[in-house]
């Protein structure tokens, strides 16, 4: 009898408290003609419709948050087993005016090259420039600003770009990356030295013609390599 009445009162403590929402954003960036872009639709439903708003849906029962988000980027790209990292909490209760909802936000990388470009185009959806994003709903500019933050962080202590380049990259194009990814340009040489020193990238025996009449030796980034490293390869503060 005593047993009984402590699990009811157990039950009684979840039903003293309220239930909210659980969904998940996801900015997907991906890199094309030498900028950063992000991958954002329009929303379906009210509140907001119509209006630009990160990919994201909400968290099923039967699910986890990263399985949640790995479903919204598999239905949205036709991609699975991509990067993708858990970044932080948005739990204003004001933030979405349709209910409470927690957002678990993510940041994905993708090569826009092999996405579906049939599923991005039915849902609407379209790859914008980092330095060119329309207004968003809710505080999905926010949660942009925060990715965007974290992505740098990950680039200055590791090297960004087996997930954004293709698999075979000149010194220079690595470089068009992460000046797309700061925002600011960096000292080819002083570049270069950096990024050989860590010791991640394989030279190919192939030359890119179209840089220099010298031509420039491809890399590719070594497979199994922990990724160690001693110092920073940008220092983001």
Known sequence: MELENSILNFSDIYKQHPKHYVAVDCSIFGYEDGELKLLLYPRGFE?????????????QENESVEEAAGRVLLQTTGLKDIFLEQATAFSRPDRDPGARVISMT?????????????????SGAHWW?????????FDHEAIVENALSLLQQE?????????????MFTLMQLRNLYEAIFQRTFDPGNFRKKVLSIDLLERLNI?????SKKGAFYY???????GLRTERIVKFP
């Open 47 to 59: 509140p907001s419709q119509g209006k630009w708003s990160l990919m994201g849906g909400f968290v």
């Open 155 to 167: 680039a200055s202590i590791g090297l960004i770009g087996n997930e954004l380049l293709p698999e």
């Open 207 to 211: 030359k890119n013609t179209t840089e």
């Open 220 to 226: 590719k980034f070594k497979k199994n390599e922990p």
């Open 106 to 122: 993510f940041v994905a990388l993708i090569r826009i090259d092999i996405h579906d470009k049939d599923l991005v185009r039915e």
């Open 129 to 137: 420039p980092v330095t060119k994003l329309p207004a968003m709903i």
